[in-house]
């Protein structure tokens, strides 16, 4: 054996309860160190390279050889050492040269019937105002998916605004079209859209149901919370609207799980009061957290002490979401659920999303945008529905997010999950979409521990939760 050396940034162990877990970085796989595999993985961590000889003067008393080497060459396999002398070479940058899309997103009108003060929508307007997309570009945007998505048995059609909602007629049209257009091609199609809730009416949730709508409703929890931020036009507290037409809506759905979508900002950051009313108080099968992005920074947006608590707190909900996955049952905290589902299926991204690749956004007047977030916003375009996608333009985006060298990613243990991060986040806060939020990074590095931790004593106590509660969330019930 030559010298050899760690390749630290490609391992990472989490000790829990007494197992010793090694996660691979690159797959984001799990291993657990027997006695010798764990010896050789902090002998390696102790020098800088490693020979036979200091192997067998610091190992060998205690392991045989053939141990001592079977363990080398399975470190060497999964790219944990390599040889010294060696330099490491670099992931390569994997060349875009078509866009398989699976999903199209459809700015269906950019008007919205609330203010939200949070809102980070730059071509927002008030209803009056809206701008509404027209079925033909809807009909062309869609026809471009069927087209990109040659090789794909379903695609997805996501509904977006402003207040989707606030045009019905071109949503309607637009499954009344998609669908058999879909099944000509042997496909199927999906819809999803997510609403402040305020225009559903029993009619509308019943013909949602009927197409099988993934439908995400955005709320911020109980009423002196939700009303701090989501309010009307003219400034009024909304929570008691939205909370009438939720009960409405989830009495009446039943062909998909109907989940809530929080936003937090300064004052509203009681994860655990938020999940519990949003999921017993008014019975969401599923409630998601995430910060805002947008708004005046100094009035909405979390400084540190206050992300710290909330990471905290959403702790403090995962030990319960840990504890209740362990007797088999599912708070529904969707936060968790994706971070399981990471550490569980072993992501392996190169990219953080599929903005730009897998999905694209469409304006009103048919441009295309990496995802919804980018409609309205200053930053470049992709092409258009009329003449097709940009390709080159879009995969030298595409490349070059593969290419977080010059941000510290490159190292950064949980890069197969994160993978830079998401671009708008990143837009928004520092008008790079590729520039990471750093003060995010050592809270995430933190969070998929403890997922690890979570991940291990729910595989010890009961292995089936991931069967019965996190794949099939994939499938359409
Ligand atoms: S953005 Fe931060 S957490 Fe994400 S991969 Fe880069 S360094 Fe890691
Ligand atoms: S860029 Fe951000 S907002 Fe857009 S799809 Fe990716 S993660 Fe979501």
Redesign the pocket.
């Known amino acids: 054996m030559g010298d050899l050396t760690l390749i630290r940034h490609n391992a990472h162990r989490v000790d829990v309860d007494g197992h010793a877990m090694l996660m691979h970085v690159p797959t984001t796989s799990l291993f657990e160190l027997d006695a010798a595999s764990r010896d050789v993985y902090d002998l390696f961590r102790r020098h800088a390279q490693v020979d036979s000889d200091i192997m067998r003067s610091e190992l060998g008393g205690r392991h045989g050889p053939e141990a001592l080497a079977e363990c080398v060459e399975s470190f060497l396999a999964l790219d944990l050492l390599r040889d010294a002398a060696t330099p490491e070479i670099p992931r390569p940058i994997a060349r875009v040269e078509e866009i398989p899309l699976s999903t199209i997103i459809l700015n269906v009108n950019t008007g919205c019937n609330l203010a939200c003060t949070y809102c980070y929508k730059e071509d927002l307007a008030v209803p009056a105002k809206g701008e509404k997309m027209a079925f033909e570009t809807a009909r062309a945007s869609f026809e471009l998916l069927m087209r990109q998505a040659r090789d794909r048995d379903r695609v997805n059609v996501v509904f977006f605004g402003g207040e989707p909602l606030s045009n019905m007629p071109l949503i309607r049209e637009v499954v009344a079209y998609a669908g058999p257009r879909a099944a000509r091609e042997g496909k199927v199609v999906d819809f999803s859209l997510t609403t402040n809730a305020t225009l559903l009416t029993e009619e509308m949730v019943d013909w949602f149901d009927a197409h099988h709508f993934a439908l995400t409703v955005s709320m911020d929890g109980p009423k002196a919370l939700h009303d701090v931020n989501r309010r009307t036009v003219g400034g009024k507290g909304t929570y008691d609207v939205v909370a009438t037409k939720v009960r409405m809506l989830l009495s009446r759905y039943r062909s998909r799980p109907v989940g809530a979508r929080v936003t937090l900002t300064r004052g509203v950051t009681d994860v655990i009061a938020i999940h519990d009313h949003l999921k017993y108080g008014l019975g969401f099968a599923e409630v998601g957290f995430g910060p805002a992005t947008s708004g005046p920074v100094s009035v909405f947006n979390l400084d540190g002490p206050a992300l710290a608590q909330v990471f905290e707190d959403m702790k403090a909900l995962g030990r319960r979401y840990t504890e209740a996955a362990c007797r088999g049952e599912n708070i529904g905290f969707s936060n968790m659920h994706q971070l399981l589902t990471d550490i569980a299926q072993g992501t392996k991204k190169a990219v953080?999303?599929?903005?730009g690749l897998g999905?694209l956004a469409v304006d009103k007047a048919g441009d295309l945008h990496?995802?919804?977030?980018f409609v309205g916003s200053d930053q470049p375009t992709y092409g258009n529905v009329a003449e097709g996608i940009d390709v080159p333009k879009l995969a030298a985006f595409i490349e070059g997010a593969q290419d977080r060298s010059a941000y510290g990613c490159r190292t950064c243990r949980i890069r197969s999950i994160c993978a830079g991060g998401?671009?708008?986040?990143a837009y928004a806060r520092q008008g790079d979409p590729f520039a990471p939020v750093y003060h995010y990074c050592d809270l995430m590095r933190d969070w998929v521990d403890f997922g690890i931790e979570a991940y291990v004593r729910i595989m010890q106590a009961n292995p089936d939760f991931f069967r019965s509660h996190l794949e099939p969330r994939k499938s359409r019930t």
């Open positions: 953080p999303c599929g903005a999905m990496l995802c919804h977030r998401c671009y708008h986040e």
